[in-house]
């Protein structure tokens, strides 16, 4: 009886053993694919912290760019929209068209514009340059474009674009205009609520750090909903659900392209990112909820633009995936929410 005991116990050892080196083994699995599929994002070249502008002669000039790090230079500069753009001209000149109004005439001379060009082939840059010029008759510094050498994605452009603005407040906002741009009232209105909550408490109101985003949650119900297609609603209800699980809970829409930041919501985002693909909205609201920023989703007035970049089941796909590997690279730590020393 006595070495019956010894035995049975020194198999549930044995057995406890073998469990917790299947643990080790699958965690230790996981995390070398997460770290396989892991995004480095890329070094800008010299080229790319440098912009184009027009001149007071008319001619292109090339300066540095500031960065959003440092005090802010010209605090004339309440609003900076950032555009990411590849081969967009046959489209951003209508979202030019109506920013430019609408910045004219409730921020005059408070206001820039950043195209960041993410390696077009089309010559976006020299478009948009020229536009600003012939159509708009804009001041030197009004529209500044950054020409990428190399494509790196949208969400590599919106970072370049964030990391390099003047103005007190940055907005980025597609190039195709499908967000109504005067919607940025809104979206401002609601950035100086949060920052005069704490305005008893704090010697500068944008010091504490708040994101507000367009939302198009509320038009589910609406014909630039329903009458798409059958396969893009599919898919867009199963990202949504995906979103759900892996990602963000709180927020009804992460992938509108209309999101407004202050600077202190920049620098303790955006150098942190690491995806530069499609899915960059949802790693900018995890990182602002990991570190507690206050997010707020407005109702936006939005419709339907022909001419999306997207290749829709392809990069859903690319979309899950990436939306899984930042998941379990932040749990794993492959991913820093911060800087190490």
Known sequence: MLSVVPQFIQQNLNLTNMFFTSIIIVLATIYFVVLLFSHNPREPFSEELEYLTIDEKGKHVRKPLSNTSDEQKNKDILLSVVVPSYNETKRIGKMLEDAINYL?????????????????????????????????NLKPEQLKVIKFIQNRGKGGAVKQGLLHVEGTYALFADADGASQFASVSKLINEMEKIEKIEKHTRTNLSEKPAVVIGSRAHMVSTDAVVKRSFIRNLLMYGFHGFVYVFGVKSIRDTQCGFKLFNRVAINEIIPFMHTEGWIFDVEILMLAMKKKIPIIEVPITWHEVDGSKMALARDSINMAKDLIVIRLAYLFGIYKDKNVI
């Open 104 to 136: 004219n005439e409730h921020l005059p001379n408070k206001w820039e514009i950043i195209i960041v060009d993410d390696g077009s082939s089309d010559d976006t840059s020299n478009f948009c340059l020229k536009l600003s010029q012939e159509k708009f």
